[in-house]
């Protein structure tokens, strides 16, 4: 098993620019989570998700979307990327709310 | 809204020492988690702790959860190089958003 992946790993955005962040995970998880994580701050949950066609945003939801059409992958989307969107961002699963999350390996977003 | 708040934020000590570090909250959890992350890589889950008082040890890394069931502590004994990392503590609420992290104890061994 792969466990999470995401794509991409590094990625330069121009203010205004917009991308999506892939997460993929092969463990029949039903729980799907993005978060951000900014240098000191620990990890902000963006928005969650507990099974395909239902999500619901976390703490830090403005200035994202997702969507979760299937249970292996929830994206991420950045409409107008800014500058405070610059950080590392985490995609994991769960098979349950209160249970072990596995992480993906990050993407590490810049906005200049 | 649970904070959970990790001490120390930074740690640098010889290899071969002790060390503690805390997570700390005025909120109760259900249960509470640590996680390692190395850079450049996702957390990885050490240990889960869910009864007031509970001790579970990992080799040489000692976990502890507080009888009212609102902090924690991890001991390391004996520190080596490999225990270099970020350490997050994360606490279980009940609610379906999952786990709330503290901002974790940065930890550094050297040789």
């Known amino acids: 098993n792969a466990g999470v992946t995401q794509t991409p790993k590094f990625r330069i955005l121009k203010i205004g620019q917009s991308m999506t962040l892939q997460c993929t995970q092969d463990?029949?998880?039903?729980?799907m989570y993005w978060y951000r994580q900014d240098p000191g701050m620990g990890l902000k949950l963006i928005y969650y998700?507990?099974?395909?066609?239902?999500?619901d945003k976390g703490e830090v939801p403005n200035g994202y979307n997702v969507s979760r059409s299937t249970t292996e992958d929830f994206p991420l989307r950045l409409e107008l990327a800014a500058p405070s969107q610059t950080s590392v961002y985490f995609c994991?699963?769960?098979?349950?709310?209160?249970?072990?999350?596995?992480f993906g390996p990050g993407t590490r977003l810049t906005v200049t | 809204t649970q904070l959970l708040e990790q001490s120390p934020q930074f740690l640098s000590i010889q290899e071969g020492e002790n060390l503690t570090v805390y997570c700390n909250s005025s909120?109760?959890?259900?249960?509470l988690q640590w996680y390692r992350q190395e850079p450049g890589e996702g957390p990885v889950l050490l240990v889960t702790?869910?009864?007031?008082?509970e001790v579970k040890k990992l080799k040489r890394l000692t976990f502890q959860f507080g009888d009212a069931r609102k902090d924690s502590s991890l001991h390391i004994t004996a520190a080596q190089p490999g225990d270099t990392g970020l350490y997050l503590c994360?606490?279980?609420?009940?609610?379906?958003?999952?786990?709330?992290f503290g901002k974790g104890t940065h930890l550094i061994i050297q040789p």
């Open positions: 994360a606490g279980e609420g009940g609610g379906a958003d999952g786990l709330t």
């Open positions: 463990m029949n998880h039903n729980y």
């Open positions: 994991a699963s769960s098979r349950h709310h209160s249970y072990e999350q596995y």
């Open positions: 909120s109760v959890f259900s249960s």
């Open positions: 998700s507990v099974g395909a066609g239902i999500t």
């Open positions: 702790v869910v009864t007031g008082g």
